[in-house]
């Protein structure tokens, strides 16, 4: 099966811009979740969808949004561009998201934010 | 609130030494606990991951793990390092019944051949 698949790759915006991001789940995984890592902080939980509902979010501001679509791929969005928002964006799948099932993250986005 | 500590920021290790990593979580509840390794220009993998039973678990290339309850641990280990385990190391914690993850803030280690 192919990996989690996240696009793009890299993406380098400034300050007030908005942004999406993409990520394709592994096949026959319907939980989608993301994150977002800094040196500063490291991983910090963002959101979680399943069968294209929010299920749980993270301490972040509204600029901070997202979707999943039918076909389990989710986008996020942020909105109104700040410098703290430079960071690795982690997309990670599982089956279901229960605690116990194992999330597989794709290889990230990195935004800057200039 | 949930947190989860990894105290060693930064380790260097000679080829063919131990390795302990420290973890610890702060909640009271029942937890499933995860180690992820990250290679450099690689994504998040999963090690290993301990959901109940036998407190030791094992993963792969070498790597086992124990959960101590009465200390809100669960350090990583392996026996011999290899230059190839040059990577961050991040223990996660997610609280039964929910469905986000609290990571560490990571470990990086560095094995000097």
């Known amino acids: 099966k192919a990996g989690v698949t996240q696009t793009p790759r890299y993406l380098i915006k400034t300050r007030g811009q908005q942004v999406t991001l993409s990520c394709s789940p592994i096949?026959?995984?319907?939980?989608v979740s993301w994150y977002q890592q800094t040196p500063g902080q490291g991983l910090q939980f963002l959101f979680e969808?399943?069968?294209?509902?929010?299920?749980n979010k993270g301490n972040f501001p509204g600029r901070f949004s997202g979707r999943q679509f039918s076909n389990s791929r989710s986008e996020m969005n942020v909105s109104t561009l700040e410098l703290g928002d430079s960071a690795l964006y982690l997309c990670?799948?599982?089956?279901?998201?229960?605690?116990?099932?194992?999330?597989?993250f794709g290889p990230g986005t990195r935004l800057t934010v200039l | 609130a949930q947190s989860v500590s990894q105290h060693n920021h930064h380790v260097i290790l000679s080829e063919a030494a131990s390795l302990e990593l420290g973890c610890n979580y702060s909640?009271?509840?029942?937890?499933?606990l995860f180690w992820y390794v990250q290679y450099p220009g690689q994504h998040l993998q999963l090690l290993l991951k301990?959901?109940?039973?036998?407190?030791l678990v094992k993963g792969i290339k070498g790597f086992e793990a124990e959960f101590i309850k009465s200390k809100f641990s669960f350090n990583l280990r392996k026996p011999s390092v290899q230059w190839s385990d040059t990577a961050e190391y991040f223990c996660?914690?997610?609280?039964?019944?929910?469905?986000?993850?609290?990571f560490g803030t990571g470990t990086r280690l560095t094995v000097i051949p």
């Open positions: 990670a799948s599982s089956l279901y998201q229960s605690s116990t099932d194992t999330q597989y």
């Open positions: 096949s026959g995984h319907r939980s």
């Open positions: 969808y399943f069968s294209e509902t929010q299920r």
């Open positions: 909640y009271g509840g029942t937890v499933n």
């Open positions: 301990y959901f109940s039973g036998d407190p």
């Open positions: 996660a914690v997610i609280q039964t019944g929910a469905n986000n993850l609290f």
